[in-house]
């Protein structure tokens, strides 16, 4: 059994300037990001260029980081947000919603499909490989913050089990490397794989998706649910669940819709 090491949140203090751990691992997100986009683009017949990558890039970080903190807000703790509105832009103290972060980048691709000319899915099934690195990194701020712990385990003596200080004594599931392995790693080496070769447009987005959604809906049975959310339908299915498994229909939906068309992704 482990106990979850106490880390500071505050990577480095020079002066006044504090830069948070949280912060950093959203920087690593769109580094690496940028860095598979660009490699990406290198490759012959890609389509894209640096520039562009680049510019994909900053539109996304937009999204994630309005449409992230926006969608928590929302989705979790609107109370909050009523009572405290200052609390809204104090992003560094944590508290994002993936499911708000990905329809602040498909409205963020959506603009950027207006300026360049390109079509929606074009740009979709280009950055969707390079998200799950960026899920990665952010589950790892969530461990490092010692937030979003999991469930209690029925066999204490699993090796990886944690003990959560700072909740209580029982020990849990690690969920938030649960998650890094599976929405980050596992998620990023599938659609990288399937992504190296021409698919039909669309099908990349909709393997993304379908990807997340059901991992994501999987991971939720060993994250502890929010205690203002606990278990939303059934008795079991938590907020997460319930914004990811129609993630899992429309990728179901794109998919399908794909491979009829056959229109080719350039």
């Not at 006044?16 to 912060?23: K, L, Q």
């Not at 490092?144 to 003990?163: N, Q």
């Not at 447009?201 to 606990?230: K, T």
């Not at 079991?236 to 899992?248: E, F, I």
């Amino acid at each position: 059994m482990l106990v979850y090491p106490q880390i500071d949140p505050i990577a480095v203090s020079l002066g006044p300037v504090r830069i948070h751990w949280y912060g950093l691992m959203y920087l690593c997100g769109f580094a690496s990001g940028w860095l598979l986009g660009a490699w990406r683009a290198r490759q012959p017949a890609s389509g894209w260029t640096s520039e562009e990558v680049g510019d994909v890039i900053f539109y996304a970080a937009l999204g994630v980081i309005l449409g992230g903190r926006l969608g928590y807000v929302v989705f979790y703790e609107p109370a909050r947000a009523l009572a405290d509105p200052l609390w809204i832009v104090q992003v560094w103290t944590g508290g994002m919603s993936f499911h708000g972060g990905m329809l602040g980048v498909f409205f963020a691709m959506w603009l950027f499909a207006r300026q360049t000319g390109r079509s929606f899915f074009q740009i979709t099934d280009f950055i969707a490989p390079l998200v799950p690195p960026g899920l990665f990194f952010g589950r790892l701020g969530n461990f490092i913050g010692g937030e979003l712990w999991g469930r209690p385990v029925s066999d204490p003596s699993l090796p990886w089990a944690m003990v959560y200080r700072h909740v209580d004594n029982l020990p849990r599931h690690p969920s938030e490397i649960y998650e890094a392995l599976c929405e980050g790693l596992l998620l990023f080496i599938l659609l990288w794989l399937f992504s190296a070769r021409p698919r039909p447009r669309m099908a990349v987005s909709g393997l993304f998706l379908i990807g997340y959604g059901c991992a994501r809906f999987c991971m939720e049975f060993f994250r502890e649910p929010d205690a203002d959310q606990g278990y939303i339908l059934f008795g079991w299915m938590t907020k997460g669940q319930m914004l990811s498994a129609p993630m899992v229909l429309l990728g179901i939906i794109l998919m399908v819709w794909a491979y009829r068309r056959r229109e080719r992704s350039a």
